[in-house]
Structure formats: structure tokens, C-alpha cells
């Protein structure tokens, strides 16, 4: 591909990644938007409990099932907030085995915790909202909008934490009926759960192991479902889409996350730099020139500022190129320096068509 528009035209998943305050939510829904200008069907979630999502689009708030945003595209535009409670809570429902165990798991303590504010749930969950909308037919593009950078890494290996939570022995243990850990419980014998009761005390550890007997027969649902989202991470249908601005700190944050992502053997699909300063016909060092030349006469402050702004560019310049020259493969598009927030729709268009000019 040679273009970020080929990559919108032809993909089914854009998953968006980058550090902070790069304007990483504007790119995922300038994205999407992009893709409805196509004439594509294209949803935009965000796992980012701020409401930067749903001022770019100029709506008062997003829920956890898609907002169709009404515009001048012949496609379809949607967008959606993650509620991880609330997705957890669907997922509960998709896999137990009858609504009593459902009730039981709802009405349980430690489940509510872990639904709610359980670090890992969130990611774990935004897959599960990203696989619901991708299976349910009703897209042809899902954009998700990241948390950041590092933080997005736990977002990719959300599915194997659980696999590997499911598969674990102390895990086999807590469902086991009647057996080891209960017997442990009941006559304080085991120093795990008597240090775990001291620590976060004995009802929270009796509501966890009462959550994982109830659990019990929801396992390989839970199992398929992670593989199925592993696979649809590594798929061709899907890409990864790396945000960064041209400052120092963001390129290094960006350049970690490439060799993350290659060590996980997915590849970076495109490179979208954001707020780049705008190039001149003149270069760095023939600004400089300049500057000397008309020192003291009336145009040295405008020839000090040239040489500043392109000393500025050259060096976002440089920057740029070690960042992409790490991924050779993928698609890099710039997105100049605007002359303010992007609050409404319409500047959203503008880097839709900015993101996607031949």
C-alpha cells in the first residue's frame, strides 16, 4: 500500500496506538470518518474514559453501543465510549450456562469489583468490544482508539493473560468442588489465603473463591472467545496504526512500541505523525543566510523567525525519518500543525481529507 486511504479502503480493524497528547482520539476519528466519506460502514470506539471522543465528534456524550453521527458522506459513521462494566456484563450473559448462574455471578461482590475497577479488565474488555463489533456484521471498518502507548500493550495481551488465567493450577484449585482450597479455608492451614486474609481480609477472599466456583463451567467459552480475539489481532484484515508528534519524546515512546509490536509478530501498518510545523521553500541552512544577511536592517525580525521556524521543521524532519526508517513497510502520513483544538466536526473533516490526500 502507498497511502493511508488504501490502508482505510482496504482493512477491516484499525487499531490506533501512541502515547499521550499526541492527538491519538482525533486520528482514530478522523479515521473512521474518513472511511464514511468512502462510503464505508465505520465505527470508532475509545477505551479512554475522557470525553475527547465525543467533543471531536460535537455531541455531548457516547455510550457503550454506537451513536450514529450524521454527516455529509455517503457511508455510515458510528462511535462509541467503552463501558467495561457493562460489556463484561454481556459477556457474562453470552457464556453462562443458565440465568441463575448469571444472578449469582451479578449479585457476587467480587465481580463487581473486578468488573469495575480491576486493573487488566479494561483491556481485556476493549478486545471483547472490538470482536463484538467486528463480528456482528454491521461494520465494515472498527477503528479502536487506545489507551496510551504502554498502556495499549496490555490492551494487545489482554486475551493471553486470560488464557493463561484459566489454564492456571491455583486457578483449577479455587473451582475445584469441595476440595483443597475450601478444606485449606475452612481450618486456616493454607498460608497463601491466611496472608491474602490479612491483607485484604477474609470476606474478600471468600467472595473471590465463592465468584470462581460460580464461574465454574464458563471456562472454554471464555477460552474460544480469547483465541478468537488473538487471532483477529493477527489477521490480515487487521493493522496497526502508530500516532506520534514530532517531538523527541513521542518518537521514542513510538519507537518502543514498534519493537513491542514486532516482538508480538505484528507489523506497523502506518505511521501518522500529527502537528508537524508546515516546510518552506527554504531550506535550514539558507535561512540562516538570510538571518546574517539582514541582520540590524528592518526584516531581521522576520528573518530571525525564518531561521527558527526552519531550523524547527528540519529537526521534526530528522525526527520523522528515524522513526520511520524502523518501519520501512508502512504507510507514513502527516498531519500539519493546526491553528487550534479540534472541537467540531468540521475540522474533523478537514484532517479526515488531510489524512487521506493523494
Known sequence: MTSYREVIADRDVVVCCGTGGVGKTTIAAATAMAAAAMGRRAAVVTIDP???LADALGITELGNDATIIEGPWPGTLGALMLDTKATFDDVVRRHATDDAQVERIFANRFYHNISTSLSGTQDYM?????????SSG???LVVVDTPPTRDALAFLEAPKLLTRLLDNAIYKLLISPGGGILRAVNRAASTVVRQLSRVVGAEVVDDAIEFFQTFQGMEQGFRDRADAMLRLLAADETTFVLIASPRSDTISEARYFVNRLGKADLAVGAVIVNRMLPSLSVDAARA???RDELAGGPLAGAAIALADHAAAAAGDDARVAELTAAVPEAVVARVPLLPGD???VDTLRRIAELLTAD
Not at 126 to 134: D, P, Y
Open 50 to 52: 475522557a470525553k475527547r
Open 126 to 134: 476493549a478486545v471483547e468490544k472490538l470482536s463484538q463489533l467486528h
Open 138 to 140: 454491521d461494520w465494515d
Open 288 to 290: 540562516v543566510v538570510l
Open 342 to 344: 479540534v472541537h467540531d
